[in-house]
C-alpha cells in the first residue's frame, strides 16, 4: 500500500511544476486524493482534492486560480499542476487518500513519502 508522489524540485517565482501521485494497493472508487503541504515548524494544510471517480474538484483560497488538480485514470496518476508558482508556496507537498470528501488532514487515511518544492531566484 503506497501512494508515490514525485515531482518536486526548484522553480523560479511564475513559474510552473507538476508533481505526480500514484497510489497502488489500495482501494480508490469512492475515496478522493488530496494534496496538502507543509513548511518546517508548521501543520501539514490542504491544497487541493479531486474525487478518483467523479470530477468533483476543490482547491484551498491561496492556491485558486494557480493550481490544478487532474486526473489520468489510464495511468492511475493525479497530479498537481502549479502555475505561477510564488516563494510562499515553498514546501513538502503530500499526497494521500481521503476516506471522505474533506479537507481536513485526519480525514485521510494514506499518505504518501512527500517531494519538495522550492520557488526561489
Known amino acids: 500500500v503506497q501512494l508515490q508522489a514525485s515531482g518536486g524540485g526548484l522553480v523560479q517565482p511564475g513559474g510552473s511544476l507538476r508533481l505526480s501521485c500514484v497510489p497502488s494497493?489500495?482501494?480508490?472508487?469512492?475515496?478522493?486524493i488530496g494534496w496538502f503541504r507543509q513548511v518546517p515548524l508548521k501543520e501539514r494544510r490542504f491544497v487541493a482534492r479531486?474525487?478518483?471517480?467523479?470530477?468533483?474538484?476543490d482547491y484551498a483560497d491561496s492556491v485558486k486560480g494557480r493550481f490544478t488538480i487532474p486526473r489520468d485514470n489510464a495511468k492511475n496518476t493525479v497530479y498537481l499542476q502549479m502555475n505561477s508558482l510564488k516563494p510562499e508556496d515553498t514546501a513538502v507537498y503530500y499526497c494521500?487518500?481521503?476516506?471522505?470528501?474533506?479537507?481536513?488532514?485526519?480525514?485521510?487515511?494514506?499518505w504518501g513519502q512527500g517531494t519538495l518544492v522550492t520557488v526561489s531566484s
Open positions: 494497493g489500495i482501494a480508490l472508487d469512492y475515496y478522493a
Open positions: 494521500a487518500r481521503g476516506s471522505r470528501w474533506s479537507s481536513i488532514e485526519y480525514e485521510y487515511d494514506y
Open positions: 479531486i474525487r478518483w471517480s467523479r470530477s468533483s474538484t
